[in-house]
T-cell receptor
Framework: AQSVTQPDIHITVSEGASLELRCNYS??????LFWYVQSPGQGLQLLLK????DTLVQGIKGFEAEFKRSQSSFNLRKPSVHWSDAAEYFC??????????WGAGTKLIIKP | EAGVAQSPRYKIIEKRQSVAFWCNPI?????LYWYQQILGQGPKLLIQ????????DSQLPKDRFSAERLKGVDSTLKIQPAKLEDSAVYLC?????????????FGSGTRLTVV
């Protein structure tokens, strides 16, 4: 069955430290992969997407993600987090019926 | 380009009352989605429209929820009667029809509280 797993419900990182949010997927075909961010009280904003080509994808706000087919992973990274990065992050896989299969989300907490 | 517009932003109703949400997608986007997001969870697809036709409403509780997309543009989602467990954020999203490839654009959502 198609699914997306985000193993970490919460992650706490000090401001200025590096960040990696994990995402694993189960999908039969070549996946289209997405990371979205949701700030408190806001809708979901697309951070970055992968559907072909270079497996290291650059996104907005200094985020990047790496697609590793052998590990069925699409982890999100940022070299130095800012307090404004505190939000919830969702990984998703695009299905052939134009729908997205969503992970449960990881809440990022920034320590000053 | 203008984003996906949703209204109202917040709504508080009593259980058994009815409520309606409105969504105006990005101009030219053929595909429109309504999602329900309960606090602490990922979005759950309620209904997907392609132009003004329903593509998937398998997770829509049809005994109380209804949605329409007249003329393939704006959409409304209605709940009647509301239950306490309907308290959630209702998100509208649109895509150009290749959403699985390019992603969606989401509105800011309507936060519904049922008391």
């Amino acid at each position: 069955a198609q699914s997306v797993t985000q193993p970490d419900i919460h992650i706490t990182v000090s401001e200025g430290a590096s960040l990696e949010l994990r995402c694993n997927y189960s999908y039969g075909a070549t996946p289209y992969l997405f990371w979205y961010v949701q700030s408190p009280g806001q809708g979901l904003q697309l951070l970055l997407k992968y559907f072909s080509g270079d497996t290291l994808v650059q996104g907005i706000k200094g985020f990047e993600a790496e697609f590793k087919r052998s590990q069925s992973s699409f982890n999100l990274r940022k070299p130095s987090v800012h307090w404004s990065d505190a939000a919830e992050y969702f990984c998703a896989v695009g299905a052939l019926n134009y729908q997205l299969i969503w992970g449960a989300g990881t809440k990022l907490i920034i320590k000053p | 380009e203008a984003g996906v517009a949703q209204s109202p932003r917040y709504k508080i109703i009593e259980k058994r009352q009815s409520v309606a949400f409105w969504c105006n997608p990005i101009s030219g986007h053929a595909t429109l989605y309504w999602y329900q997001q309960i606090l602490g969870q990922g979005p759950k697809l309620l209904i997907q429209f392609q132009n003004n036709g329903v593509v998937d409403d398998s997770q829509l509780p049809k005994d109380r929820f209804s949605a329409e997309r007249l003329k393939g543009v704006d959409s409304t989602l209605k709940i009647q009667p509301a239950k306490l467990e309907d308290s959630a954020v209702y998100l509208c999203a649109s895509s150009s029809g290749q959403g699985a490839v390019y992603g969606y654009t989401f509105g800011s959502g309507t936060r519904l509280t049922v008391v």
